[in-house]
């Protein structure tokens, strides 16, 4: 009997062994890209072993832009050209296990791996409590968690040559009717999934007096080789830029 949390999960990929060649209606997700966070909450359940069923299968999750302060687009309609633009010079995984303290900074970054903003989200855990923070001062207190999410990978030099330029990054000058409505655009990661494939990091701040919150920040990963990056409007589905892997030495 199949394991109704693989069930599950499969629903999520259904459609995912077309692989980039089939139509852009196959893509996982569609435009608007799949849900990270149900993803984890299915994935969380799993055992490793069925988990490592799921490796090399193919995603598409639409990049959080409204926490992508480099991402920009730019209009020029004298020209018809739109100039679509994703900043990664500081897009660095800055966990330990990232972290390469040998590295010469001339050929290589102290951080391999980098992300992509997928999705943040914000719970109230309980009610407000009164509690002593200091002895005889009481104040009321809320617990707050949230929950990030990223796609972490290796191989962004596939796409283009490594640079200390901070506008390096995915994007390109193209020929557009018009400036896209900026709630119909996603900007598309096809990402296919490996080993370790997902991991978490935890950070809590106690509440004092001057930010009387208890908040827990934790940090979900998901990991695997990014494939393309495509910017597309969710609306009409058309495709301004589909950017794919121009030196693939780095791939893994």
């Not at 980098?114 to 002895?135: G, I, N, V």
């Not at 597309?232 to 693939?248: C, F, H, K, M, W």
């Amino acid at each position: 009997m199949t394991n109704p949390l693989i069930k599950g999960l499969l629903v999520l990929l259904l459609g995912l062994s077309c692989g980039l060649a089939c139509a852009d209606s196959s893509l996982p997700g569609g435009d608007s890209g799949q849900d990270i966070e149900e993803w984890f909450r299915t994935a969380s359940h799993m055992a490793p072993a069925d988990l490592a069923k799921l490796d090399g299968q193919l995603f598409s999750f639409a990049v959080d832009l409204d926490n992508s302060p480099g991402f920009s687009m730019d209009y020029e309609a004298s020209s018809g050209t739109l100039t679509l633009l994703y900043r990664m010079a500081f897009n660095n995984i800055t966990e330990g296990w990232s972290w390469e303290p040998q590295a010469n900074p001339a050929s290589a970054d102290y951080y391999r791996v980098k992300f992509l903003p997928l999705k943040s989200t914000r719970q109230e855990k309980a009610a407000p409590l009164e509690m002593e923070l200091y002895p005889g001062k009481r104040v009321e207190v809320r617990n707050q968690w949230r929950y990030d999410y990223f796609l972490a990978f290796e191989n962004l030099y596939d796409f283009y040559p490594r640079s200390a330029d901070d506008n390096a990054g995915f994007g390109a000058t193209v020929k557009a009717a018009a400036l896209p409505a900026r709630e119909h655009l996603k900007l598309l990661a096809i990402f296919r999934l490996k080993s370790p494939w997902h991991a978490e990091s935890n950070t809590f701040w106690k509440a004092d007096f001057a930010n009387p919150v208890d908040f827990t920040l934790r940090k979900r990963y998901l990991f695997g080789q990014l494939e393309e990056i495509r910017f597309v409007d969710s609306e009409t589905g058309n495709i301004y830029l589909r950017q794919q892997p121009a030196n693939p030495a780095h791939s893994k």
